[in-house]
C-alpha cells in the first residue's frame, strides 16, 4: 500500500504564507510528476503546481510567482511555499503523485488539508 501523508495547512491572514508537505510512503520503486491540486466549495478540482522528478515545474496562472513547489526525491517529498496568500487561495488541497509500484504506474492522491485565508 502507498500512502500520502499532507500537513502545513491551517488559518492564514491575507498577505501571509504557509507551506504545505507531502510525503509519500509505502514500496515505491520509482516517482513521476508531483504536485498540487485545489478544490474550494462549489468549484472543480485545479491544479496548483506541478513539479517533474527532472525538476521542471509547471503552475496554475492565479499562483504563478507568489507559490514555489520543489521536491527530494530520495525522500519522496514535495513541498508548496504559498506566500502571498489571498482569500481566493482558500481550498482544500491536495498532494498529487505519480508512482511505480508493484503493479505498475499509477496516480495517486492524498486525503486533502485545508487551507484558509481570512482576516
Known amino acids: 500500500q502507498v500512502q500520502l501523508v499532507e500537513s502545513g495547512g491551517g488559518l492564514v491572514q491575507p498577505g501571509g504564507s504557509l507551506r504545505l508537505s507531502c510525503a509519500a510512503s509505502?514500496?515505491?520503486?520509482?516517482?513521476?510528476?508531483m504536485g498540487w491540486y485545489r478544490q474550494a466549495p462549489g468549484k472543480q478540482r485545479e491544479l496548483v503546481a506541478a513539479i517533474t522528478s527532472g525538476g521542471s515545474t509547471n503552475y496554475g496562472d492565479s499562483v504563478k510567482g507568489r507559490f514555489t513547489i520543489s521536491r527530494d526525491n530520495a525522500k519522496i517529498t514535495v513541498w508548496l511555499q504559498m506566500n502571498s496568500l489571498k482569500p481566493e487561495d482558500t481550498a482544500v488541497y491536495y498532494c498529487n503523485a505519480e508512482l511505480y509500484l508493484t503493479t505498475g504506474w499509477g496516480r495517486y492522491w492524498g486525503q486533502g488539508t485545508q487551507v484558509t485565508v481570512s482576516s
Open positions: 509505502g514500496s515505491i520503486f520509482s516517482t513521476g510528476t
